[in-house]
């Protein structure tokens, strides 16, 4: 089946650091990926879409200026979290649309992200 | 707009106990359906869908029929294995694929 990869897959850093996640889709041709947000015990959030050459969409209440995404090709991926707080520590997960399969959505594993 | 509202958990079963996890939506237009599952420390996987009124998926023993007239889409199986503790997502998308909606997650624990 399709193959999606998310890196890191754990990540600890200092307040006020950037990080930056990448997801890649392994054998497949991603025209739109999206980025979720997973609270503990909570549902995914939707933070934006992405189409591949185009500038994200950003769901309400997400700021675009801290969550930075890049989709420059088919295959990948990233978001950046600018000057990371405490609160922004999260569990984060990519997912990517193939383009012959547009009702299924291929996930990554998740980064946890941990700010001290 | 368009939302799932899922069972909370989390569930505790014993080893062949049988399974039923609660979906209910809200939706415009004729959605597809949809049951992931998030094993520990991994990603969500496509566990089964539906795409129309009366359709029914089926994955690994579980199944859901897509229930118009209740608007439901409830997960089940007949005897749960220890292997299938993991956390089950119920989601809807619209038809071109376009939005994903998901409930909150039910977490499932199966005891020998």
């Known amino acids: 089946g399709a193959v999606v990869s998310q890196h890191p897959s754990r990540v600890i850093c200092k307040s006020g650091t950037s990080v930056k996640i990448e997801c890649r889709s392994l054998d497949f041709q991603a025209t739109t990926m999206f980025w979720y947000r997973q609270f503990p015990k909570k549902s995914l959030m939707l933070m934006a879409t992405s189409n591949e050459g185009s500038k994200a969409t950003y769901e309400q209440g997400v700021e675009k200026d801290k969550f930075l995404i890049n989709h420059a090709s088919l295959t990948l991926s990233t978001l950046t979290v600018t000057s990371a707080h405490p609160e922004d520590s999260s569990f984060y997960i990519c997912s990517a649309r193939a383009l012959l399969a547009l009702e299924k959505l291929f996930f990554g594993s998740g980064t946890q992200l941990s700010v001290l | 707009g368009d939302s799932v509202t899922q069972m909370e958990g989390p569930v505790t079963l014993s080893e062949e106990a049988f399974l039923t996890i609660n979906c209910t939506y809200t939706a415009t237009g004729y959605p597809s359906l949809f049951w992931y599952v998030q094993y520990p420390g991994e990603g969500l996987q496509l566990l089964l869908k539906?795409?129309?009124?009366?359709d029914k998926g089926s994955n690994k023993g579980f199944e859901a029929t897509y229930r118009k007239e209740t608007t439901s889409f409830h997960l089940e199986k007949g005897s749960v294995q220890v292997s299938d503790s993991a956390v089950y997502f119920c989601a809807l998308s619209d038809r071109a694929g376009n939005q994903f909606y998901f409930g909150t997650g039910t977490s499932l624990t199966v005891i020998p």
């Open positions: 539906a795409t129309k009124a009366d």
